[in-house]
């Protein structure tokens, strides 16, 4: 209710600082006790954890994981936080964040702007929040693409012992040459030298974390089938199926419908859900699926699951929908 009565002056407003006011306002209610969503249980055993239900937060939304306190009284079954990058950055110049609210979409071309990994922990370490954190990681923008793995391997080693698990981001549109992570010998190197590690850090912590990959939407089958068998290969233990796509299938002619950056919301959905029921088959009982994109009503959620995701993410419906998109979703997943 909360939120239906803000939305008309949020969307009245710069994307950017309507975003930045409603973590805001989420965390005044949050503290005022008049945000605890109650969504009932439906646990899900996933990468050996124990998630209370099946609808978490994607990244993006708390960079810096500044408000996850207020987030966990929406009633997700578990938020992940980032990107992160080990120095903090400014990303790319505003405006960098787009509504298309006739198709339920959103453009961003934000550059993994945040404060920093150290802030990042420091605001982990400073939460009451007891239930299952992601922490999603990157790279710096300067850092040449060829050393990106050294940045990951900081990040990990800083978020390990505060995170549930760890999402490695190399399918951003927004850091040059990112992507190329996801092909050939970068990837190759790029996985074996976090796998590597993370088995180090949960010797030294005495406790095993997972590490979870994020790709994009944009995958031919050839990018599908190497990206499964290198997963196996190094026994990664979760793929998010997808980012942000850099198709503009659905919003031609649209306001805004042509800025540079990754599409979300409504018109991914089909993209990243074929992209999901590819990777599905390949991965089978050896790596975990967390479908994410364009779930924007609770019968996308049952479709990102029937296509074989363990879990789903919601972010650019929450623009929409609300919060009660977190419980709509949780009710016809467990039914």
Do not use: W
């Amino acid at each position: 209710m909360l939120y239906s009565l803000a939305r008309p002056l949020l969307f009245s407003m710069d994307p950017e600082r309507a975003h930045e006011l409603s973590l805001s306002m989420l965390k005044t209610a949050h503290k005022m006790g008049m945000m605890q969503q109650k969504i009932a249980a439906n646990p899900v055993n996933c990468m050996g954890i124990e998630f209370p239900n099946p609808v978490g937060l994607a990244a993006g939304l708390d960079k810096n994981g500044a408000y996850i306190d207020a987030l966990a009284g929406l009633g997700f079954g578990f938020i992940e936080v980032g990107t992160v990058t080990p120095r903090p950055q400014s990303g790319n110049e505003k405006p960098r964040l787009f509504r298309l609210a006739q198709s339920k979409a959103i453009i961003n071309r934000m550059g993994f702007n945040n404060d920093g990994v150290d802030q990042l922990v420091a605001n982990v370490k400073a939460a009451k929040f007891k239930g299952v954190l992601g922490i999603n990681i990157g790279k710096n923008a300067d850092t040449p693409v060829e050393d990106a793995t050294s940045d990951y391997l900081i990040c990990l080693e800083k978020v390990y012992n505060y995170a549930s698990y760890v999402t490695v981001n190399i399918s951003s549109p927004n850091t040059k040459n990112l992507r190329s992570l996801q092909s050939g010998h970068a990837l190759t190197e790029l996985l074996e030298s976090l796998k590597a590690k993370q088995l180090e850090l949960a010797e030294q912590y005495q406790h095993y974390v997972p590490i979870v990959l994020k790709v994009a939407p944009d995958l031919s089958a050839t990018d599908i089938e190497f990206i499964a068998s290198q997963l196996v290969q190094f026994k990664i233990d979760g793929l998010i199926v997808t980012n942000t796509t850099l198709s503009r299938e659905g919003v031609e002619g649209q306001q805004h419908g042509d800025e540079a950056g990754g599409l979300s919301g409504a018109p991914v959905f089909e993209k990243s859900t074929a992209c999901l029921k590819a990777f599905a088959p390949l991965l089978k009982d050896k790596v975990a699926l967390i479908g994410v994109g364009g779930i924007v009503a609770a019968e996308q959620a049952i479709a990102k699951q029937q296509a074989g995701a363990q879990l789903v993410q919601l972010y650019s419906g929450l623009i929409y929908t609300g919060p009660e998109l977190v419980k709509e979703c949780t009710e016809a997943l467990a039914h």
